[in-house]
């Protein structure tokens, strides 16, 4: 009896080591920001194809979007991401500092310091611009009501905060208390703040409220898509900053589940030909000259400064603007 | 008119005119239209703004109140839960202060003491949501022994799976919590199973809570102890099946029926010989030099009980076949043990199995004095002739039988305090004396306790 048991119980356990080792089943989880969901819907079902044919398994990614820096918080608290795909290399780097689920050289693992495409902020704005917002210095007017999100919580409003200052220190031979100032009159004339980009594009374009959305290039042209060209348009400003949302396998939970490889493959699989016609596609900046050439056209040309060359790097950045008690916090009062 | 008043006239009549000249020009209507739309739709944002901010304030709410936490303290500990209620740390006490004093002459020496009976803190709670831990060590008498440390998984509702170390399912009254029974101290079946013991369990409630099960492996203990380490290579395994047919119905008087059997099964080899005792915990029954547990050990517990409304009634009987030897003898011996009990609340709340929450707790100024139950019990144990006919006890040491019953009143004056006072009187027969057909005195115990238990 025994034995028998011992028998069915071995069976039982082969059979679990079988389904657990067949490569068949392979499930990935990519934590992302808020408005990446179209590109990752379309690179998901790229990549899945892809896979199929180099390996004969099938492979399937389940999303999470958010708040850049609240996903962050989310995979250090637990979350068991194979893949992140955030919108700043500070959050991954949070990640990396407090849960050591990836090493801290993540950035030098992958080309162009893991950042396979780029972006920037330009302007949404109502059909006809009835404000007659051209560039930075009309958001800061009596009257211009501005919509953007919470740079505490959201990587695409640290960026656009970061492309006002830049401006404003290019314009003001970096003085860096005239820029202080004008990002102050800008966020006075803030009415909403939202936790995330997704968000802010729905007070915007949904609830109607403000003149001009401070947004993701692929953001303000997948609204503009949504919405239409007879209700909403897009300014592009002088300048902006270079965005460089960034990539990275999360070894720790990757490798628990298995799944180290086929995420480093997801990840290069961005950079492929393939991979950087679905970012065109979506609106966000090819690294690759071929496709960049390619889709030259839907990219309007501006001056492009970086957070390095201006901000010294998101480290220097983070502190000084964004933590507790930085820059952000002196200039921004809720309800005023 | 002259030539003045002429010029008077004139210089009158042109000054209104020179006023209207410089007067701003009335608005058009277009005008007058294109102002009202600012306005309005200045006032539109303001709404939209006012609303926008609200629903976001309700969405942070809304997110606060999932991920933050919340401390509380309830009647049964003090709790730190999170708000998705996936965690919950919660610290509980049990602290019981006796009085114990033996009335009468005895030819055998009872020590009337106070003494801290029980001192357990415990520490519980649940991670992820369905892992549930608990820790409760005893400081109690002057010794520091871990009672419970387990960890119990619950994802699935029928089949719960602990593992640890804990109560194995055999008798009733010892699954009972000690804050729970009737009495101070429990009756004889309950000397006869195992207290705690380490293995693994899986419990589950079934056809909607008419049917409990309870399967087990354990490392074996002797009977009413407990143990951290197993003394050899053999399991006791341990089962229990309870059947409350009437549960589901509120409205049946039978609801509070309950009955079901306990039993475990194992070999006993170097098991540590149990130590058996009175009501008034002094230990009557021992065994003779040089006997060890050898074989197979072998319980079984009929048990049941009936509670409605202020009344309780309350039954088990065990019997428990203990392999025995010594020298080149070997031989199984059986130990009987059974009781009754009954219980009443004067205050006419609600008896229960599980804690007592009584309706109008402690508090004179607003006529609440808590609930009063009065209890008895009686209850029988026994060991087989053979025990003697095979040496391995001697009738000037060790009674054949002791019969007890036990009276007493409990006031509970909250869900957490309660007050008792127990007298008990047991009797023996079958030896226990130095003169031949002598039996060991009557017992006579009366027990008070202080308890908090939260």
């Known amino acids: 009896m025994m034995t028998r048991i011992l028998r069915i119980g071995w069976s039982l356990a082969a059979a679990t080591a079988m389904f657990a080792a067949n490569p068949s089943s392979i499930k990935l989880l990519n934590v992302s920001y808020d408005p990446t969901r179209e590109l990752y819907q379309d690179i998901n079902a790229a990549f899945a194809k892809h896979w199929k044919g180099k390996t004969g398994a099938d492979v399937t990614i389940s999303q999470s979007h958010g708040g850049s820096g609240k996903q962050a918080r989310a995979v250090i608290d637990g979350l068991q991401a194979d893949i992140v795909t955030l919108a700043l290399s500070y959050d991954i780097d949070s990640i990396s500092e407090r849960s050591r689920a990836l090493p801290a050289n993540w950035q030098s693992r992958l080309p162009n310091n893991s950042t396979p495409y780029t972006s920037t902020i330009v302007f949404l704005v109502r059909k006809g611009n009835p404000k007659h917002i051209k560039d930075w210095e009309d958001l800061v007017k009596p009257g211009i009501s501005v919509i953007t999100p919470n740079p505490k919580s959201s990587g695409g409003a640290r960026w656009a905060y970061l492309a006002a200052w830049g401006y404003a220190l290019k314009k003001n031979n970096n003085d860096e208390a005239k820029a202080q100032d004008f990002v102050t009159r800008l966020y006075k004339n803030v009415p909403v703040l939202d936790s995330g980009a997704r968000g802010s594009t729905t007070t915007f374009a949904q609830r109607g409220i403000g003149d001009v959305l401070l947004s993701w290039e692929n953001e303000a ?83 492009l400064f970086t957070i390095d060359e201006l901000f010294g790097g998101w480290q220097k950045a983070q502190k000084k603007h964004f933590d507790d008690g930085g820059v952000f916090d002196k200039i921004y009062t809720p309800g005023k | 008119m002259n030539y003045r008043n002429l010029w008077f006239f004139m210089a009158l009549s042109i000054r209104p005119l020179q006023i209207l000249a410089q007067a701003p020009e009335p608005q058009t209507q277009e005008q007058k239209i294109q102002e009202l739309e600012r306005k309005v739709e200045e006032i539109d944002q303001r709404e939209r703004v006012a609303e926008r901010n609200r629903e976001l304030e309700a969405e942070a709410a809304a997110d606060k109140a999932r991920s933050g936490s919340t401390v509380g303290a309830e009647p049964t500990g003090i709790t730190i839960r999170s708000n998705d209620q996936n965690f919950l740390l919660k610290i509980g006490l ?148 309870f059947l409350t047919p009437f549960l589901p119905d509120d409205s049946s008087p039978l609801k509070g029926l309950g009955f079901g059997i306990g039993a475990s099964s194992g070999n006993n080899d170097g098991i540590p010989l149990p130590s058996y005792k009175t009501f008034g915990q002094n230990t009557f029954f021992s065994f003779a030099s040089g006997v060890i547990a050898a074989g197979h050990r072998t319980r079984l517990a009929p048990q049941g009980y ?86 391995f006890g001697s009738v000037t040491a060790t009674p054949r039988h002791a019969k007890e019953w036990v009276g007493g009143v409990n006031w509970y004056l909250n869900r957490a305090i309660r007050i008792s006072l127990d007298y008990g009187n047991t009797n023996f027969g079958g030896g226990a004396t130095a003169a031949a057909g002598g039996n060991r005195p009557t017992e006579r115990a009366l027990l008070q306790r202080f308890q908090i238990n939260f």
Do not use: C, M
């Open chain 2, 94 to 241: 049990d602290i019981q202060i006796d009085n114990r004093t033996f009335p009468g002459e005895s030819s055998v020496p009872l020590t009337d003491q106070i003494l801290i009976r029980r001192a357990r803190p415990a520490v519980s709670g649940t991670v992820y949501k369905y892992v549930d831990f608990y820790l409760r060590p005893d400081f109690g008498q002057g010794s520091t022994v871990l009672y419970e440390a387990y960890i119990q998984l619950n994802y699935f509702s029928r089949a719960n799976l602990r593992v640890g170390k804990f109560k194995p399912p055999v008798g009733l009254e010892r699954l009972q919590s000690d804050d729970d029974t009737s009495f101070i101290e429990r009756g004889f079946p309950t000397l006869l199973v195992p207290s705690r013991d380490i293995g693994y369990q899986v419990s589950g409630d079934i056809v909607k809570r008419r049917v409990s099960y309870t399967v087990g492996v354990f490392n074996g203990v002797p009977d009413n102890g407990l143990s951290d380490a197993s003394v050899s290579d053999h399991r006791d395994y341990a089962a229990r099946i």
């Open chain 2, 306 to 391: 009936y509670y409605n409304g202020p009344f309780g009634l309350f039954a088990e009987y065990t019997l428990a076949e203990e392999g025995l030897q010594k020298g080149t003898v070997r031989r199984d011996i059986a130990f009987r043990a059974w009781q009754v009990q009954a219980s009443y609340l004067l205050t006419g709340d609600k008896k229960g199995f599980t804690t007592l929450s009584p309706n109008k707790p402690f508090d004179p100024k607003n006529h609440g004095w808590g609930a009063i139950e009065l209890a008895v019990r009686t209850g029988d144990f026994s060991v087989e002739r053979g025990f003697f006919d095979y040496g």
């Open chain 1, 221 to 303: 042209y997948l609204a503009l898509n949504e919405l239409g060209k007879d209700k909403v348009e897009v300014v592009v400003p002088t300048i902006s900053i270079l965005a460089e949302p960034p990539v990275a396998v999360v070894d720790k939970y990757a490798n628990k589940h298995g799944n180290g490889e086929v995420a480093k493959a997801y990840l290069e699989f961005l950079y492929t030909e393939e991979g950087q016609e679905i970012g065109a596609k979506n609106y966000y900046r090819p690294r690759l000259e071929k496709v960049a050439a390619k889709y030259a056209d839907r990219f309007p040309k501006l001056q």
